[in-house]
Structures are given as C-alpha cells and as structure tokens.
C-alpha cells in the first residue's frame, strides 16, 4: 500500500459566496488534500497543528477517512488557523478577510516514525521553512515530492521558498504565481524557467480554465468539466492536487504517461469540490459517481484525428 | 468537391501589439476563413465589398489560393473598411482605435449563381441584415450553415440578429458573448438558452483558454496550443472558424463526431494564425506542419483511463 504523507493546514474557514455564507467551517489545504487522496485507499498521514477550540469532532471526520493524525499537534491553550474569505459575483476572484494565524505561527512539524519511510510526500501550502523541516526529517528521499506554494511565499520568504522549490519533484502553483515566479508571461516559457529551478514536472493550475502540466518539451492539459453551477471554490486547487498525488502514490507510477492520468483524477475530485461550500461534498462520494464523471471527462477531452504525416 | 460560401469583411487592418505595429494590411473576417478553409481543397467563394483603394495585388493573394472571388464587389469610388486597434500587453484585450466601415456600410451582398447551391455557408461577423439578406438568396437550405457574431450586434441590432441565430445550425461566440446573449454566466447554461434559439451546435470561444462545442446534452472542450510566444491574436477567431467549417465541409459529415475533428482542425490554424502579424502566417502552411501540430494537440490532450464502472 502507497504510503503518503501530507503536510498542510487543518483550519476553520469562513466562506461567502453569491449564493450564501456559512460560519466556520471545517478547512484548510491538508484536509482538502486528504480527503481527495483518500479515495485511494493509501496509508495517509496528516501532519499539523490545530488549537484547543478545535472539535474532537473534525479529528474524527478525517480518521473516518482513514487518515492517521499522529502527526496533528493539538495546542490545548491555541486556537486554530482561520481564514475567511468573500468571492466575487463570478468566483474567479476572492477577497482574503481574514488570516488569523494562530498556531500556525509557531508551527513546527514532527514526522512520526511510521511515515519517515513515505514514498509519496504532499507539501501543502505554508511557510517554506515548514515544508523544509519535513523535507529534512525524511531520510531517504521519497519516489516523488509534491510542492505546493501561493505568490504570499513568493513575496515575503522567496529564498527560503526557492530551496524548497530545488528538492521537489513537481510543483503546483496558479497561472500568475508561474508568471510572478518565472517573470515570463508565456506558461510554456515560465515551465521551462522553473524547470530550471528544481522541479522536473510543473503543474500551472488555470482554475476554471484547467491545468497544465509541463515536463521538459512535453505537455499535457486537462481542462476544469464545465459544470452547470460552481457553488464555491475554496479547496479546489488542494483537491486537485491530493487526486493527482493519491493516483500517484496508489499506481506507485511516477511517469508522465501516469501523470497525465493523475491530473485527470485531480480534476475530477476537484469538480466535485466546487459543487457545496467547503469540503461538504469530498466526504461521501461513491466509486460510482468518481467513475461516471472521468467517462464525462474522456467524452470532453478525447477525439480520434488520423494523421497522414 | 464540397462547396462552401464565405460571407464577412475584406478589409484593411492596422494593429498595434506590445512587438510592433503595422501599417494597413490586409485583413477581415472572410480573409482569414478563406485561408484557414484554403487548405481543404474546396470550392470556395466568398461574398463581400471592397472599395476602388484596395490593391489588386491582394484580390491575387486570395484567388491565388482558389477562392472565387466573382461575390466580391469592387466599388470603384469607395474606400475599403479599415479596422485599427492595439493589444494590452498580455495580448488578452483590445482597443478599438478606429472603424471605418465606409463601403461596409451600403453592401448589398448578391449571391453568384455558382454558389445558390452550396453545401456550407458561413456566415462570418457582419451586420446581420446581410447575413439574412445571403441566407434569403440560398434557395436549397445548406447542409450547415455556421453564424459568426459578436456583442456589437447585440447591443445594437439584437431582433434582426435573433431572426439569423434562429435560422443556423452552428453559432461561433466568445464567453462574455455567450452569457450576454443567454444572460446566464455558467457557460453549461448558456449554452442551453441559446440552443432553444436556434443552433443545434453552441461553439464557445475562449482565446487562448480554447473552445467549447455544445450539442445538447454533450460536451467538447479543445484547449489552444501552448505556445511559446503568441505575436498578435488578429484573425485567431476567424481562423478557427474557417478550419472548422472548412474540415466539415472537405469530409461531407456534421455528425458531433466530426465536429469534435473540426474543433481540433479550427484550433490548429488559430495556432499558426496569432504567430505573425495579420494572415501572414495562413499563406503558406504545408500539409506536414499541420499535421505536425495536429500530432501535439493529440499529445496535448489524449490519455488512457480505464473505467471500473
């Protein structure tokens, strides 16, 4: 069995959309990221910190899903990261609120024993110098390491950010991030800078305009399925990538062939995501639903062209 | 030999892009159609006004490539419609420097008699009095006929355009065009009101995020090729829609199958088109380059998923 561990904020979100508001909410990258790869059926472990005000509760929703949360620290007399955040009429665009960073500001991770034999790592958006410290406590190098950042890293701690970029194996970040990282406007250009920096595989995460994925002179895209309604997109882009590093981690085949596929599954999950606010939607879907939307997919995307060249 | 008749602008362009400006050149919808559906070995024709200051030499470059050119009227003492416009620096926007429609606005169109029989019309982004004014001249219905439009004419003829879009199988429009002709953003939606218009085919255009083809109930999404460097978007809408109609008219087949093929082939010219100036790029494509780049979208987009359910 694929053993992947995950390190990312387990947070309160409060969300407000067109279509409603809700109060604080079960959040936060690693949750996203977990519950996508759980469809995998991995041995995956969540490394974190959460506050005293946190319920027993929300631990237990996520063991449910069989993830191990050894690697969760609580702080009883802390509160939780929380983040709130208003979309825009159309969803492609957010206001942060708030960003309380509670006991996240002094955040120091701890592997547990039993993952620091991880094949597959999941590097969730925080601070570089966190996602460093777990990338130190590994001590053989895992099959594959995913990076995900956001352009708040690329702004305050770039070169603590830019060690980090160099160990990994892939990287994900949004079409501007690739564009403030690499200063090219051009994706294809802005990959093959990157490229440069560390990272064999890149990842552009386009939103509702899909995902590319740039390894050296090779591309693969996978748009978003276009659905009838988004109702939020907060999670997304984790889900995304827990799909993408859980078909990885449970197919333990890391080639751009598989990849192609992991991006699919990535965006499945993530399509599902964006259909009720938070993480509501990722807890409950069946295999066959998961099924009948990558048919939905294959249908979207394949063609057959016969070339005479 | 399939027979398919072109209606839309010839006309003069001057544009301006963050690489460079040019002076006038020669553009318009039927320009760019006629080129990109030159590659399909049809017999093609187009319908359109020029004034007594276009150069011959152009008229030369179009039958040059075995467009008959007899629907096109040459009005001595007129002066050609002129468009300007420059690019922002991402090549996302334009401003629109000047219209002069001069001829444009008192065309008369008048179908050559070679043409009452043709299979495929395309109606290419023009007043849509003249789109119905060529519509009324086909006695025979054609087997497709394809509406290119824009906002334009919804802001100010939104009837007369209704009665046309009521008329096509096809319709070609961009996102923002789509939801303000449905009044509905999710692009699904849109979709749906405006296949109870008329079009049996919704074609989404999206730039450099690709294309949508809508059928009812299914759904093709074709992403505009990565590219390392895109010069000047002119034309680009117009390109594809000539690959498109030009592919479905070259094989004889309107089935939603093909269609997807025919997305593909309109994608594939668009790329060529926006990598130089103006058409310059659609003068001289050889059948192995094309296919070429067909092979990339085939790598760009094609993967193997097996299905559980």
Request: net charge negative; glycine share 8%; with cysteine.
């Amino acid at each position: 069995m694929g053993k992947l561990l995950i390190v990312g904020t387990v947070a309160f979100d409060a969300i407000e959309t067109p279509f409603g508001k809700t109060d604080k909410i079960l959040g936060g990258a690693a949750t996203y990221i977990g519950l996508s790869a759980s469809y995998f059926n991995l041995d995956s472990g969540l490394i974190s910190v959460v506050g005293g005000d946190f319920p027993e509760e929300y631990l237990q929703l996520l063991r449910d899903k069989k993830m191990d949360l050894s690697g969760v620290e609580v702080v009883k007399d802390g509160k939780t990261f929380f983040w709130s955040g208003r979309y825009n009429y159309n969803l492609n665009t957010r206001d942060t609120l708030i960003t309380d960073l509670n006991v996240l500001a002094d955040f120091k991770p701890v592997v547990p024993d039993h993952f620091t034999d991880c094949g597959f790592l999941m590097l969730g958006n925080l601070h570089p110098a966190v996602q460093m410290s777990v990338i130190n406590q590994i001590p053989k190098r895992p099959k594959l390491v995913v990076l995900d950042t956001m352009n708040f890293w690329m702004d305050n701690t770039l070169d603590e950010l830019m060690e980090v970029i160099e160990k990994v194996d892939v990287i994900t970040i949004n079409d501007e991030e690739a564009r403030q990282l690499s200063g090219e406007y051009s994706l294809v250009r802005a990959a093959q800078k990157i490229h440069k920096m560390g990272p064999k595989f890149v990842v552009i995460k386009k939103g509702e305009h899909g995902a590319l994925l740039f390894n050296n002179g090779d591309v693969f895209f996978a748009p978003a399925l276009p659905l009838e309604e988004v109702f939020d997109p907060t999670g997304a882009g984790d889900t995304f990538a827990g799909g993408f590093i859980g078909y990885l981690a449970s197919t333990h085949d890391i080639s751009f062939e598989n990849m192609k596929r992991a991006i699919i599954y990535g965006s499945n999950f993530a399509s599902f995501c964006v259909e009720k606010f938070g993480a509501e939607r990722m807890f409950d879907l069946s295999q066959e639903e998961i099924q009948r939307r990558l048919k939905q997919f294959k249908q979207l995307t394949q063609f057959e062209i016969e070339l005479t060249h």
